[in-house]
Each structure stands twice: as C-alpha cells, then as structure tokens.
C-alpha cells in the first residue's frame, strides 16, 4: 500500500487504468483542445532549452543545459491535466484491462497526437531562434529511421516512466521532481521524442527561410548549401 507521500506502483496503475474510463468519456473538442496545450506546453520547454544550450559548445555540458529546462514541458502537462500522446500510450494499460476498446483509443490518441502537433506548429510559427534552430533540426533529420525509431522507444519508455512516478507522488513537489530527473535523463542521452521534434523540425524549416539565420549557421557550424538542402518536408 502507499505512504502518505506516495501510491504503491499497484495502486499508481490502477488508478490510471480506471482515469482511462474517465477520459474515453470526454467529449472530443476537449480532449484536442488539451492537446493543443500539451503540444504547446512541450513546445515552451524546447524552445526555452535552445536558448540555454545554444552558446554552450561542450557536447555533455550542453545536453545538461537543455535537460534542465526541457522537463518544465511535461510538468505543465502533468499538473495541469493536458493530453500528451506520449504519455497518454499508458492508455494501453487501459485497453489491456478492458477500460477502453483498440479502436477507441486509438480514435483518442489520433485526436491527441494531432491536436500536439497543432499546438507545437502554433509555437514554432512565433518562436524560432534562428541559427541554432537549424543545427537542432538538422541532426534530427539526417537520423537515419532505425535510429530515430530505436531513439524514439526509448524516449517513451522514459517519458511513460516520468507519468507513473509523477502519478505515484501525492505532492506536487514529489511530481515535479519525477518529471524532472526522469525527463533530464532522455534530453542528455540524446533520445528522441516525438512531440517536441513537432516544435524543433518545424522551427528549423521556418528559420532556414531567413538567409541571415542560414548564413550564420553556415559560418559557425559549418554547413554547405547542399547539406542544408536535407532540411526538408520530406525530411521531416
């Protein structure tokens, strides 16, 4: 059984497995318009890590620096009840224990992945950087897919990790913490998460629209014309 501080992992699961049935329940504008928050939400977090680490050229130094302010994101998600499809894939819990059928919750995760990308689109059309954006988005795009997949799972599995450990604190300062750590460790080991590439692809295509941002990230990052060429729709 819990503490006074915090749910047992049984009871944590449960009690997520029975908010599954509450959430199939909310009708579907809702459920978009909280995924337009998260993608925000996400969106704030990655933009605010570009600028810390944009200036810091020690590879692990920089990581740290973006992993200290990119677990901000998801702590907005969490306390303030948006929908993130990467933490919402928990619902297969759900469907696993008969909450919800296959085809609702994927009905439900279409509408949260799509309202994500919608909020991260709105962020980057405001909010691009400029040189640095576009060397950000250039190492996303140039992964190659078994990569980017394989860096993909393992973002999540640490993502959903950061869900339950926060649902398993009863305080907020116990949720924040199991945010941060958790999320801190994917941003420094390089992982890939998907909603947050909605905010950093785009915002690199839109700054590499700007010839002072592209010259600038020619200058000091040492890119060609054509390496930037691969910073593309398709690309993305």
């Known amino acids: 059984m819990g503490t006074d501080n915090y749910y047992s992992v049984k009871e944590d699961v449960q009690k997520y497995i029975d908010g599954c049935k509450t959430k199939m329940n909310v009708r579907t504008h ?28 020690n590879v692990g130094l920089s990581r740290l620096v973006a992993g200290c302010v990119f677990p ?8 303030l009840g948006a929908e993130l499809f990467t933490g919402d894939c928990l619902m297969a819990m759900g469907n696993a224990e008969g909450a919800c059928t296959i085809l609702d919750l994927i009905k439900f ?13 709105l962020l980057a059309v405001v909010n691009v950087i400029g040189a640095y954006t576009i060397k950000v988005a250039m190492g996303k795009v140039n992964m190659s897919f078994g990569q ?3 860096s993909g799972i393992l973002c999540n599995i640490l993502v959903c990790a950061a869900v339950l450990m926060a649902m398993c604190a009863r305080d ?28 950093y692809i785009p915002a690199g295509l839109i700054a590499a629209r700007n010839q002072n941002y592209v010259q600038v990230a020619m200058d000091t990052y040492g890119y060609t014309a054509d390496q930037l060429a691969s910073l593309n729709l398709y690309g993305f």
Request: charged share 5%; glycine share 10%; aromatic share 14%.
């Open 30 to 57: 809702k459920v978009f318009g909280r995924a337009v928050l998260a993608g925000m939400m996400i969106a704030f977090g990655a933009s605010a890590s570009n600028v810390a680490a944009h200036a810091v050229t």
């Open 72 to 79: 901000v994101g998801l702590m907005m998600v969490v306390l």
């Open 109 to 121: 995760l279409f509408v949260v992945y799509v309202g994500n990308f919608v909020g991260s689109i």
């Open 148 to 150: 980017a997949l394989c």
């Open 172 to 199: 907020i300062v116990g949720k924040l913490f199991a945010c941060f750590f958790t999320i801190m460790l994917f941003v420094v080991a390089g992982y890939e998460h998907c909603i947050a590439n909605m905010y």
